[in-house]
């Protein structure tokens, strides 16, 4: 029978706050979040997120002890999954390969890939094991939706899996039916926008980063003619392109804002540019999710919407209007990737399913061996 006094640290950076938790089984025993002003995080610049593992520790080791909380009371910790190669959904046990290819950032830097590295720095002080689960490179995509329209180009998955899954499953659960029985088309509407397609227990297909509606500080996708001109301008570098495109873009850009709360200030002040713009946000979303039911070739049994700007009525009820006759619609405003994280684990300690080692091999210069990597991180 499972230890109902275990406890499981979760920890979800994120590129201005990291959140955390302490669940038991049945929920939540605690949560927090400790916000990163830009000014701190200016000194990072140009570094790579790893570079901020003793900056995100320190505060949360505070936080825990400020709570009462002794680290040799988790039975492990749990972080988000970060920027790794295409991997299976499931729970994963945090190793030296993992955090070497996070170092190595060969799918790009973000916050996220500190979400393992933390992990395995509060689960070695516990004497337990660090897991992450359902990463953001989930990978369950049909043949079809790899190809992007230019053989040099191939489109690979990438999103908000963790909270995906889990709100495709707590809906599953409610209605009481099996996950794997269900077509859903899953909208989640974050600092980042996924919206995904969901068959036989698999997320389809889903638009990346790159692709799809713009959103608080992102541009999603661009004309790509116009995009060619931009870039072959010379008014622009590299970086400063990649900056506009992640993190500056979207409602930011055209704003100066990434709160939603403060764009509907503004249009309800009678601001017709932030409500021009707003419409426009939505519309893409909405696009998007038509879209993806037509991944399901219109057979669709529920449109959830998720994220933290599920919490606004206008965008909930604009969006029911565009997408109302596709199927029904149900809202779980914010985001469950704390207690996904939990769940996931908790599914392993209890022997519900075994942990996943992340597969990477490289050759050693020479003799055409493989080995792996392990760095020198200092995560004691």
Not at 83 to 110: F, I, S
Request: net charge negative.
């Amino acid at each position: 029978m499972p230890n109902d006094d275990k406890r499981v640290l979760t920890i979800n950076p994120g590129s201005t706050s990291t959140k955390f938790g302490v669940f038991r089984r049945e929920g939540p025993e605690w949560t927090g979040a400790i916000g990163h002003r830009d000014e701190e995080l200016d000194k990072f610049r140009g570094m790579s997120a790893l570079a901020q593992l003793e900056y995100r520790a320190a505060p949360l080791k505070r936080a825990l002890q400020e709570a009462g909380y002794d680290v040799a009371q988790f039975a492990a910790v749990a972080g988000r999954g970060g920027l790794l190669p295409p991997m299976e959904c499931g729970t994963y046990l945090v190793d030296d390969v993992m955090v070497e290819e996070l170092r190595r950032a060969r799918r790009g830097e973000h916050a996220c890939n500190l979400g393992a590295v933390l992990a395995l720095k509060f689960a070695r002080a516990a004497g337990a094991k660090a897991y992450i689960v359902d990463p953001v490179t989930v990978d369950e995509w049909q043949e079809c939706a790899r190809v992007s329209g230019l053989p040099l180009i191939t489109r690979s998955p990438i999103g908000h899996a963790l909270n995906t899954k889990a709100v495709a499953r707590r809906f599953a659960a409610e209605a009481g039916r099996p996950y794997a029985e269900l077509r859903l088309v899953v909208v989640h509407m974050g600092s980042g926008i996924t919206v995904s397609a969901h068959r036989e227990g698999r997320m389809i297909d889903n638009n990346t980063p790159q692709e799809g509606p713009f959103g608080p500080d992102r541009t999603g996708s661009l004309p790509v003619q116009e995009l060619i001109k931009l870039c072959c301008s010379g008014a622009y570098n590299a970086k400063q392109l990649d900056r506009m495109a992640f993190g500056e873009g979207g409602l930011f850009a055209y704003l100066g804002t990434r709160d939603l709360r403060e764009v509907e200030r503004r249009v309800d002040a009678g601001d017709a540019e932030a409500r021009v713009v707003l419409d426009a946000m939505i519309y893409q979303i909405a696009k998007e999710a038509g879209g993806m039911a037509a991944v399901l070739q219109g057979n669709v049994d529920a449109l959830l919407l998720t994220g933290g700007m599920a919490h606004s009525e206008r965008m909930v009820a604009r969006l029911r209007e565009y997408l109302g006759w596709i199927a029904p619609m149900h809202v779980y405003p914010g985001e469950d990737e704390l207690r996904a994280l939990a769940d996931g684990v908790f599914r392993v300690l209890d022997g519900l399913e075994e942990a996943k080692h992340m597969q990477v091999e490289a050759p050693v210069a020479g003799d055409g061996r493989r080995r792996r990597l392990v760095i020198g991180l200092d995560l004691e």
